[in-house]
């Protein structure tokens, strides 16, 4: 377990967690009509309804409910045009040479004490490939819940951009209130190869626990991706609002030359929220460049770190590095922290990093009180102009739901 | 990582061997520290790269070496360091040099000056001062992790101790030259105690030389007290051979509307190490923590800073800059750890860097902890190079690359440079940073050791 986080973790006890939990009803579903009404409901208060994105936006769904993959859509069209999407225990069994070349290259099971125990319990996942030259016609997501009391969610995500190919992700989760604290240990795995662009964005919404940090989930997830080939750009953009404690840096590894990292996130901890989150952006390639925009929110007794180390190896000719983390605080009993990593080991490298610190100004408030706007909404008003820098990268129809999720999260903060 | 334990065990032997005769000169009550000092040492033992604080920088090939002795001075030692003279010609000083970490006794210079200052010996002070011994002494240094701290609390016999009584306003900065001179490879560790009292105003320039071309590695930790409304400042100049091992801890800490400044400057020195500490301990007060580190060749520089603003309305700025070239490596490391109930805390950190070789490296890590809302905190790093553009427009104007190149990096170091109050020692230290950067200063002025 390590313990060099800025989280304060209760101890976890692994053998009273239950490993592989499936939801009742495993009949296969042709149409999305036929799912659970359970099910459906659950994923309509997610604020992103199955059926909604279907009619509107056309977008490819694969849902992990505890343990097992539910129900993927769109899978047919997508294999149309060669796109492989589907549950990674149906790749397993159709595709165990693509699976068999790309699991683990990028977080092998030796990486971190999460991945490790990931690796030995994980049952189930989603699997993408988009072949050479395709880019994916619709939206990407994969929705997780854990359901069951008691378990843990062991998933994996193994994403694999081919030449010249371009694909867009969503993933998204949630779980009911519970009492006791649930574990969340995923591992997603993102492979670009030449000329390939992939954009992965999260909007992270598991039970926070309620307002006396009872409860809530353990986030502790292992996200790395690769850009293999040439000119291949990865994207992470996270927006972080729920789970007891998050723990979670999304990383690139820039191997290939002239290939593109980005990191944009936004952090909301509230009441006894704690996040350490952050990315790792490693230069290895020449001409490499990477973006990382943070945007921490702290409110209650929540406590916001970012974390992030951005490396120079010496054979990074040309690399370009820009940072920007920046937090608010919302309350006194909050806390906000910067821990970043610079480590430059070439001289033609240009890095640069800045973050600050503040709450929100007394005068922007009385402003918009003076104008009509109660003091909750002013709030609302301001920390969502100031996560528009990220919030504006998520896809068009997952910006309204996080502005709305910020909102929420945010309520009965002010006091 | 697998010698850490034989590694430590030989500073514990090195304590048990000469713990005697280090006692024998001290007083009781710094005696007193000594034995949980060395248990807490043994708990801790000499950093490795495993140790956050010390990621990046390997203290192995100084620790692992054997040191012949632990130097203990004999007359004939003092006499030459009375010889040496500062070479910052117009500074007027109260000036007073320290070999191998040990207070002159030799030569009586006048050590009480007007308005009730002293200036003395460690030893000499634990008798006279006693009340601001039994107040000060090791007081700052509480729940330090840093088992090297623990080990200079052990092991150290003697350092500076000044005294600066209520209000008074000292006109001349007090010098102390820390020498380093042996024939054979030593491992030094001196303490150094500065009080300045309420109302006072003092400025403190210590400067770290070496004199003979062995191997040596001083420890060294010095604890300044900072009364209310006192102004302090301490300027440090380092000036080493690539031989050299040099670690610094400084505690400040700050009463109630204090300001006090802090600037480290790094011109030459194998490995340097500076940790210096800042404790905000009451409403109001200020400090400013400086640093600029110049490295070439093999040479490692690693500056540690730890801003805590524990009570409301503090104010804090940090400002560090480095230029690296050949092999040089360098690190920073700098904290603003804001508590609770600091409120309407203002505080700011910056770090630039500049690399020059492909082999030169740069590791830093600016950090923030706030548990406060009323806050205005920020930080900045870069690593990077001289802009192009501004080497292309001095080119145009008719400066040669090189004159342009040096112009650039003179005017970058000289943003900490200016920071320098004593007029005497800003220009002298112009001077030497640009002596340094055309190469001239590979080794100690004044030196007459070719050991560069």
Redesign the interface.
């Known amino acids: 377990m390590p313990a ?1 986080a ?1 989280l304060k973790i209760p101890a976890i006890d692994y053998q009273d967690i239950i490993f592989y939990a499936a939801p009742k009803q495993k009949a296969s579903y042709d149409n999305i009509d036929d799912i659970d009404p359970e099910l459906k409901k659950t994923f309509d208060k997610l604020g992103i309804p199955l059926e909604e994105q279907k009619h509107l936006s056309g977008v490819a769904v694969d849902a992990v409910m505890d343990s097992v993959s539910v129900k993927t859509t769109f899978r047919e069209t997508l294999a149309e045009s060669g796109i492989i999407f589907c549950s990674f225990s149906d790749a397993v069994k159709e595709y165990p040479d693509l699976v068999r070349r790309y699991m683990g290259t990028v977080v092998p099971y030796t990486d971190n004490f999460f991945a490790s125990l990931n690796s030995a319990v994980f049952s189930d996942g989603s699997f993408c490939y988009i072949p050479k030259g395709v880019r994916c016609p619709m939206e990407l997501s994969t929705y997780f819940r854990i359901n069951s009391a008691n378990t843990g969610q062991f998933e994996r995500t193994l994403l694999v951009a081919d030449e010249e190919a371009y694909v867009s992700y969503l993933e998204g989760c949630t779980a009911p209130m519970r009492d006791e604290n649930q574990l969340h240990a995923a591992i997603v795995e993102i492979i670009a190869e030449n000329n390939a662009e992939v954009k992965y964005s999260t909007v992270q919404n598991w039970y926070p626990g309620d307002k006396d940090g009872k409860g809530g989930i353990f986030n502790f997830v292992t996200k790395r991706g690769l850009c293999r080939g040439e000119n291949s750009k990865i994207s992470w953009t996270q927006i972080e609002t729920g789970s007891a404690i998050t723990w979670k840096y999304p990383s690139c590894i820039l191997r290939g030359d002239n290939s593109t990292g980005e990191f944009y996130s936004v952090a909301v901890t509230n009441h006894y929220q704690q996040a350490d989150t952050g990315t790792k952006m490693i230069h290895i390639g020449k001409n490499t460049k990477s973006t990382i925009v943070s945007k921490g929110i702290s409110a209650g007794h929540g406590q916001n770190s970012y974390r992030g180390l951005v490396k120079v190896l ?1 054979n990074a000719t040309g690399a370009r590095n820009f940072s920007q983390c920046d ?1 608010l ?31 929100i100004g007394e005068d922007q408030i009385f402003y918009c009180n003076q104008r009509g706007i109660s003091t909750q909404d002013a709030i609302g008003l301001i920390v969502n102009g100031y996560a528009r820098e990220v919030i504006n990268k998520l896809p068009m129809e997952f910006a309204v739901e996080a502005q709305k999720l910020l909102q929420i999260s945010l309520e009965g903060s002010v006091g | 990582m697998s010698n850490q334990p034989e590694r430590s065990e030989r500073y514990y032997n090195l304590y048990k061997e000469n713990i005697r005769r280090i006692s024998d000169k001290s007083s009781p009550y710094i005696n007193s520290f000594r034995e949980n000092a060395i248990a807490e040492f043994n708990k801790l033992g000499i950093p490795t790269k495993k140790n956050e604080s010390y990621r990046y920088t390997n203290l192995d090939t100084f620790f692992n070496h054997e040191y012949k002795s632990y130097f203990m001075p004999t007359a004939s030692d003092f006499k030459k360091a009375e010889e040496f003279r500062c070479d910052v010609t117009d500074l007027d000083a109260h000036g007073l040099v320290l070999l191998n970490g040990f207070y002159p006794t030799v030569n009586d210079k006048p050590r009480q000056l007007p308005g009730g200052i002293w200036i003395g010996s460690m030893t000499e002070a634990a008798g006279k001062f006693e009340d601001q011994i039994h107040k000060h002494y090791n007081k700052y240094i509480n729940g330090n992790s840093d088992g090297l701290v623990h080990l200079n609390t052990a092991m150290a016999s003697d350092g500076v101790f000044i005294y600066i009584p209520e209000g008074v306003v000292l006109n001349k900065p007090i010098q102390i030259i820390n020498l380093v001179q042996s024939d054979e490879d030593i491992f030094c560790q001196h303490r150094s105690l500065i009080v300045a009292e309420k109302n006072s105003n003092a400025t403190v320039i210590i400067c770290d030389h070496t004199l003979s071309p062995n191997k040596f590695l001083t420890n060294g930790v010095t604890e300044i007290f900072v009364g209310e409304n006192a102004h302090f400042e301490i300027i440090r100049v380092q000036n080493e051979h690539n031989n050299a091992g040099k670690i610094t801890h400084t505690f400040m800490h700050q009463e109630r509307n204090s300001f006090a400044s802090s600037n480290n400057i790094t011109l030459h020195g194998g490995l340097v190490r500076n940790s210096t500490h800042h404790f905000l301990g009451g409403e109001g007060a200020e400090c400013n923590s400086y640093g600029l580190y110049l490295a070439d060749k093999w040479q490692h520089v690693d500056n540690f800073v730890n801003v805590d603003h524990a009570f409301p309305n503090c104010t804090s700025n940090q400002l560090f800059k480095g230029v690296l070239d050949d092999m040089a490596t360098g690190a920073f490391n700098g904290r603003i750890y804001v508590h609770r109930d600091a409120q309407g805390t203002v505080a700011y950190q910056k770090n630039n860097n500049i690399l020059l070789t492909d082999d030169a490296r740069m590791d830093t890590k600016p950090q923030l902890e706030i548990y406060a809302d009323d806050v205005k905190c920020s930080h900045g790093a870069t690593v990077g190079q001289l802009d192009d553009d501004a080497l292309f427009y001095l080119q145009s104007r008719g400066i040669n690359k090189r004159e342009a190149r040096l112009m650039l990096m003179f005017g970058f170091a000289h943003e900490v440079i200016q920071n320098i109050k004593v007029e005497a020692l800003r220009d002298r230290m112009d001077n030497l940073v640009m002596q340094r950067l055309k190469g001239e200063l590979s080794r100690c002025a004044f030196c007459m050791v070719k050991c560069g």
Do not use: M, R
């Open positions: 060099w800025n010496k937090s605080l919302l309350g006194n009993q909050c806390g906000a922290h910067t821990f970043p990593y610079i480590e430059v080991d070439n001289q033609t490298a240009i890095v640069e990093h800045e973050a600050t610190t503040s709450k």
